[in-house]
């Protein structure tokens, strides 16, 4: 009787232990996915927030009026940002948000002023 309890008590645990790895490792795959997914959602986010501010970036430099609805589209990028970002990523991207907001305020540059203008890289230079 004890070789049968103890035959059956070690099915038992083997059938345990196997379970409990498979679910580790279900698990450990299942935060590896979630990581990627979370780390592809950042990376188009901060892509759209780039093209966002370059676009409204040009348009404060060559306008005096800012274009409100992509200044909107942009804050709303920015305000995703901080949702998902670390504190110095988000506080780089309002600072960048206020330079782009202060350059409507300056005077309007001309095409060929732009070739100079700050943060602004050409083949020539």
């Given at each position: 009787m004890n070789t049968a309890f103890a035959a059956l008590a070690g099915s038992v645990i083997g059938g345990l232990t196997t379970f409990a790895a498979a679910w580790v490792?279900?698990?450990q795959?299942?935060?590896?996915q979630w990581l990627l997914q979370e780390k592809t959602r950042r990376q188009e986010l901060y892509q759209q927030f780039i093209e966002e501010a370059s676009k409204l970036y040009l348009d404060a430099l060559m306008h005096d009026e800012a274009a409100i609805p992509p200044l909107v589209s942009l804050y709303a990028?920015?305000?995703?940002?901080?949702?998902v970002s670390t504190p110095g990523v988000a506080e780089r991207a309002d600072k960048l948000v206020r330079m782009i907001v202060d350059t409507y305020f300056l005077p309007n540059k001309t095409f060929q002023e732009l070739r100079w203008a700050p943060g602004i890289e050409t083949a020539a230079s």
């Open positions: 490792t279900q698990r795959q299942a935060n590896v990028s920015l305000n995703k940002m901080r949702v």
